[in-house]
């Protein structure tokens, strides 16, 4: 039970939610969730279970896909459709040609401003519960980066969009931006996750599938193991001779490191293999590519950031 849920979550339940559920079908005593979806959004929602969780951080990070719907014409306090209206505008100049205009202006790196009403914290007091409380405090604005953003469709006042985007990134907030930005205002009201990384809607399950599953004692079938969750990250192969100090948590020396299969990147992460297949750990590089190939064979290359056996 040392592996990944790649779950869809539907409209409804918490992401805690779906955690409790997938741990009391299972019977596993540890699991975690990769990257938390609103109760009112449905989509993707992998979870770890036990030793597995020890992966999370390295899986959060990853880009994600998103199916979101836009009201134009009204913002609200929560910039979804649970929240109150508290701007309105008129739509009717806003056609096909204006929104993927104004779509391609939202690509690239830049600073989204999270909204009130999230999970990020303020002295340890998650947003929303100081929004809840009628209390506005001035956000720092995060990094985000919109790979891509394009119209799948409009029809009246509803737009449909297709995002893809990396980890940290508040839909409802792009989709309030979007509507400023065309001034008609708008908000989030509907939104689908299709993808975080490898994990992708064609291979997920449900909880129906879960526990039928289960029953039929064929839960192996439907799990993914680390090693598979973890195959984004390139492989640094470890010499079999040296496998155990690595599980020790012994730094990487030059001299442990049989091949490296992508170009080295200073704090880039990666997937420590013996010959033989095993996965030991994930790593982070110390040095490019060419101060790695000049390293002493004594010369630790990499760090040990967590171990997997």
Not at 106 to 135: C, D, H, T, V, W
Not at 152 to 177: E, F, H, P, W
């Amino acid at each position: 039970m040392n592996k990944v849920v790649n779950l869809y979550k539907p409209k409804g339940p918490t992401s805690f939610d779906m955690v409790q559920r997938v741990k009391g079908i299972l019977g596993v005593k540890k699991a975690g969730h990769i990257g938390t979806l609103d109760p009112e959004a449905e989509g993707m929602l992998p979870i770890c279970l036990n030793r597995s969780t020890r992966i999370i951080p390295f899986l959060t990070s990853q880009f994600k896909v998103y199916e979101a719907e836009m009201k134009l014409g009204t913002a609200t306090d929560t910039q979804d459709a649970t929240g109150a209206v508290i701007a309105e505008g008129s739509d009717e100049h806003v056609d096909e040609n204006l929104l993927r205009a104004t779509l391609k202006e939202f690509e690239g790196p830049q600073n989204q401003i999270p909204p009130m009403y999230s999970a990020k914290k303020k002295n340890g007091i998650p947003l929303y519960k100081l929004a809840r409380s009628g209390i506005t405090i001035d956000r720092n604005p995060v990094p985000i980066h919109i790979y891509s953003i394009d119209l799948i469709s409009k029809n009246a006042d509803r737009a449909s969009i297709s995002v893809q985007c990396s980890s940290g990134t508040y839909i409802r907030t792009l989709c309030n931006d979007i509507g400023e930005r065309m001034g008609c205002f708008a908000h989030m009201s509907k939104l689908i996750r299709t993808q975080v990384g490898i994990f992708k809607r064609e291979t997920s399950i449900t909880l129906e599938t879960l526990e039928r599953a289960v029953k039929d004692g064929e839960v192996s079938s439907v799990l993914m193991h680390q090693e598979d969750a973890l195959k984004f990250l390139p492989a640094v192969i470890i010499k079999n001779e040296f496998s155990k100090l690595i599980t020790n948590g012994i730094a990487l020396s030059r001299k442990f490191i049989e091949s490296v299969s992508e170009p080295t990147r200073p704090e880039a992460f990666y997937r420590a293999v013996a010959e033989d297949g095993q996965l030991l750990a994930i790593v982070e590089s110390k040095y490019n590519e060419i101060d790695f190939a000049a390293l002493e064979p004594e010369a630790v290359a990499f760090k040990i950031k967590r171990v997997l056996v």
